[in-house]
């Protein structure tokens, strides 16, 4: 059974993860043009959509 610190801590681990995420996405935007920003941003979107998919 799961103890009460185990959700703050899987709260804490998500906001790291999310914020690594945006680094990252930020990190590869400024390496690209503007065409493949818009790419990038298209491919994230569908994978953002089957992630959602498989949780269902």
Do not use: F, H, W
């Amino acid at each position: 059974m799961p103890q009460r610190g185990e959700s703050v801590d899987r709260e804490k681990m998500r906001e790291q993860i999310q914020k690594n995420q945006k680094e990252r996405d930020e990190a590869i935007k400024a390496l690209l043009t503007e065409e493949q920003q818009k790419k990038y941003d298209e491919i994230q979107k569908e994978m953002q959509g089957r992630m959602r998919d498989r949780r269902r």
